[in-house]
């Protein structure tokens, strides 16, 4: 399919579960959630995934980020894509727009700039829509899938996301 496939990214950060790293700073549990969308902005498929323990939420919407591109490359092959995140400082590390400052994001940031030279066109744009809890098509949102993964509370819904990518028929 030609044109420029759209992806939802949204990350949690489950408060609950904290533990605390070798340097004595603590880290959270965290889930991503990613949506792949058509050229024609149909829904492909979903995923909840969860991201381990990171040291912030813009170290967690990062990695999900990064998940999504693969995602859309890989299982879609598309070849162009973009992407919109939630996370402000992230999209504009991502677009060279903010210096960044902490090594654990700088090495998320650098594989997500390698991830976009496989891609002929890739636009990160801030949004703040993922936190939509469902869309008129049903398509869960990045949002609830994150929460999903991060094993927080779904308001309204029982149990949690499989980890398997969802794929729609086309």
């Known amino acids: 399919m030609n044109g420029t496939y759209h992806l939802e ?15 004595g700073r603590p880290i959270w549990l965290a889930g991503g959630g990613i949506v792949v969308r058509s050229p024609e902005m149909k829904p492909l498929g979903w995923e909840a995934v969860p991201l381990g323990y990171v040291r912030s939420a813009e170290q967690a919407e990062g990695l999900a980020l990064l998940a999504g591109m693969k995602h859309a490359r890989v299982m879609f092959g598309a070849t162009e894509l973009r992407a919109r ?44 829509s993922t936190h939509v809890w469902v869309r008129s098509d049903l398509t869960p949102t990045a949002d609830t899938l994150a929460r999903s993964a991060a094993g927080l509370e779904l308001r309204g819904l029982k149990g949690t996301a499989q980890r398997v990518f969802r794929t729609l028929p086309r």
């Open 9 to 23: 990214t949204d990350a949690s950060l489950n408060l609950k579960k904290t533990k605390t790293s070798d340097d």
């Open 85 to 128: 995140s939630d996370n402000f400082v992230l999209v504009q590390h991502v677009n060279r727009e903010y210096k960044i400052s902490e090594s654990s994001i700088q090495e998320i940031v650098s594989k997500i700039w390698l991830e976009a030279e496989n891609f002929t066109r890739f636009k990160l744009l801030w949004s703040a």
